[in-house]
Protein backbone atom coordinates (compact mmCIF):
# COMPACT_ATOMS: atom_id res chain seq x y z
CA UNK A 1 0.00 0.00 0.00
CA UNK A 2 1.31 3.35 -1.07
CA UNK A 3 0.07 6.75 0.73
CA UNK A 4 0.39 10.14 -0.68
CA UNK A 5 0.80 12.92 2.00
CA UNK A 6 0.47 16.38 0.83
CA UNK A 7 1.58 19.43 3.37
CA UNK A 8 2.32 23.52 2.36
CA UNK A 9 -1.58 24.75 1.91
CA UNK A 10 -2.70 27.84 3.52
CA UNK A 11 -3.99 31.08 3.45
CA UNK A 12 -2.51 33.94 0.97
CA UNK A 13 -2.97 36.79 -0.29
CA UNK A 14 -3.61 37.15 -3.80
CA UNK A 15 -0.30 37.69 -5.33
CA UNK A 16 1.39 35.66 -3.15
CA UNK A 17 3.09 32.07 -3.14
CA UNK A 18 3.13 28.68 -1.27
CA UNK A 19 4.79 25.75 -2.09
CA UNK A 20 2.64 22.42 -1.34
CA UNK A 21 4.63 19.42 -1.19
CA UNK A 22 3.53 15.54 -1.66
CA UNK A 23 5.47 12.73 -0.31
CA UNK A 24 5.12 9.06 -1.14
CA UNK A 25 5.45 6.28 1.04
CA UNK A 26 4.93 3.04 2.06
CA UNK A 27 5.39 -0.14 -0.33
CA UNK A 28 8.38 -0.67 -2.88
CA UNK A 29 7.26 1.22 -5.75
CA UNK A 30 8.23 3.04 -9.12
CA UNK A 31 6.87 6.25 -9.75
CA UNK A 32 5.93 6.94 -13.33
CA UNK A 33 4.45 10.35 -12.59
CA UNK A 34 3.14 13.03 -9.78
CA UNK A 35 1.04 15.56 -9.94
CA UNK A 36 -1.48 17.76 -8.61
CA UNK A 37 -5.72 18.25 -8.78
CA UNK A 38 -7.75 20.70 -7.28
CA UNK A 39 -11.33 20.87 -6.28
CA UNK A 40 -13.51 24.09 -5.42
CA UNK A 41 -16.44 23.40 -3.32
CA UNK A 42 -19.09 22.57 -5.92
CA UNK A 43 -17.15 21.99 -8.45
CA UNK A 44 -15.41 19.11 -10.16
CA UNK A 45 -11.86 17.93 -9.60
CA UNK A 46 -9.47 19.58 -11.95
CA UNK A 47 -6.11 18.82 -13.27
CA UNK A 48 -3.60 21.11 -12.25
CA UNK A 49 -0.16 19.89 -12.77
CA UNK A 50 2.09 16.75 -13.47
CA UNK A 51 5.95 15.82 -13.71
CA UNK A 52 6.53 12.23 -15.80
CA UNK A 53 9.39 11.20 -13.04
CA UNK A 54 11.92 10.08 -16.13
CA UNK A 55 12.45 12.86 -18.04
CA UNK A 56 10.95 15.55 -16.30
CA UNK A 57 8.37 16.37 -18.81
CA UNK A 58 6.07 18.74 -17.21
CA UNK A 59 2.49 19.54 -18.14
CA UNK A 60 0.28 22.38 -16.50
CA UNK A 61 -3.29 23.68 -17.55
CA UNK A 62 -3.94 26.73 -18.95
CA UNK A 63 -4.97 28.47 -15.59
CA UNK A 64 -2.19 28.04 -14.11
CA UNK A 65 0.49 27.58 -16.47
CA UNK A 66 3.31 30.60 -16.03
CA UNK A 67 2.30 30.96 -12.51
CA UNK A 68 2.89 27.58 -10.84
CA UNK A 69 5.81 25.16 -11.25
CA UNK A 70 6.07 21.60 -10.78
CA UNK A 71 9.76 19.59 -9.61
CA UNK A 72 10.37 16.51 -7.64
CA UNK A 73 12.88 15.31 -5.42
CA UNK A 74 14.07 11.78 -6.49
CA UNK A 75 15.60 10.91 -3.22
CA UNK A 76 12.15 11.84 -0.87
CA UNK A 77 9.79 10.58 -3.55
CA UNK A 78 8.35 13.68 -2.72
CA UNK A 79 6.83 16.34 -5.85
CA UNK A 80 6.40 20.00 -5.48
CA UNK A 81 4.22 22.36 -6.48
CA UNK A 82 5.41 26.02 -6.65
CA UNK A 83 2.53 28.46 -6.80
CA UNK A 84 3.49 32.08 -7.89
CA UNK A 85 0.86 34.99 -8.58
CA UNK A 86 -2.08 33.25 -6.91
CA UNK A 87 -4.97 34.56 -7.65
CA UNK A 88 -8.86 33.93 -5.47
CA UNK A 89 -10.07 31.11 -7.89
CA UNK A 90 -7.01 29.52 -7.03
CA UNK A 91 -8.65 28.59 -3.69
CA UNK A 92 -9.43 24.65 -3.42
CA UNK A 93 -8.37 21.59 -1.46
CA UNK A 94 -5.17 20.76 -3.55
CA UNK A 95 -4.64 16.79 -4.02
CA UNK A 96 -1.37 14.67 -4.90
CA UNK A 97 -2.05 11.92 -7.20
CA UNK A 98 0.16 9.72 -8.68
CA UNK A 99 1.10 6.61 -11.36
CA UNK A 100 3.28 3.86 -10.26
CA UNK A 101 5.09 1.27 -12.45
CA UNK A 102 3.68 -0.74 -13.79
CA UNK A 103 0.19 0.11 -13.40
CA UNK A 104 0.25 3.59 -14.76
CA UNK A 105 -3.00 4.29 -15.04
CA UNK A 106 -3.83 3.50 -11.16
CA UNK A 107 -4.77 6.42 -10.15
CA UNK A 108 -3.26 7.15 -6.32
CA UNK A 109 -4.45 10.18 -4.11
CA UNK A 110 -3.17 12.36 -1.14
CA UNK A 111 -5.68 13.50 1.74
CA UNK A 112 -5.85 17.21 0.16
CA UNK A 113 -4.54 20.25 1.78
CA UNK A 114 -6.68 23.41 1.88
CA UNK A 115 -5.43 26.23 -0.26
CA UNK A 116 -7.13 29.64 0.10
CA UNK A 117 -6.22 33.00 -1.45
CA UNK A 118 -7.93 36.20 -0.52
CA UNK A 119 -8.34 38.90 -2.38
Known amino acids: QVQLVESGGGLVQAGGSLRLSCTAS????????MGWFRQAPGKEREFVAT????????YYSDSVKGRFAISRDDAKNTVYLQMNSLKPEDTAVYYC????????????WGQGTQVTVSS
Open 97 to 108: NAHFRPNTLEDY
Open 26 to 33: GRAFSIYR
Open 51 to 58: IIWSGDAT
